[in-house]
């Protein structure tokens, strides 16, 4: 009975320290998802319409931090899926978070061959 004393206590504290780390996961997965979305608009807006396949889960979870304070994104995208026109491509994209807006800018953005 006295080791349930000691270990029922021991026990809520340490499940109290615990948390958080699903919170910063899911916060930076916001981010993440939140840059590729920017990107993915930025692409939009230099193919004048064209069909296009790009996966924004696979260009969110690209996303690495650079050392002026922006954000790095890569992945490939297809401008004219299926078409004798198809073109491959990668899409190269930095953005910058800004206390205070729900979007980050982007900075810098281009189609690599």
């Known amino acids: ?34 840059a590729a979305q920017a990107c993915k608009a930025a692409a ?9 396949e790009l996966d924004t889960k696979a260009l969110g979870a690209s996303m690495k931090s650079a050392p002026n304070g922006e954000f790095f994104l ?11 026109s198809e073109v491959k491509q990668v899409v190269e994209c930095n953005v910058r978070f800004t206390e205070g807006k729900d979007a980050p800018d982007v900075v810098g953005f281009v189609f690599n061959w």
């Open 74 to 84: 890569t992945g490939p995208i297809t401008i004219e899926p299926g078409l004798t």
């Open 1 to 34: 009975m006295r080791n349930w004393l000691v270990v029922g206590p021991a026990a809520l504290m340490l499940s109290a320290c615990g948390g958080g780390g699903a919170d910063d996961a899911t916060a930076a997965g916001n981010r993440n998802e939140l």
């Open 44 to 52: 939009e807006s230099r193919l004048g319409g064209k069909l296009y």
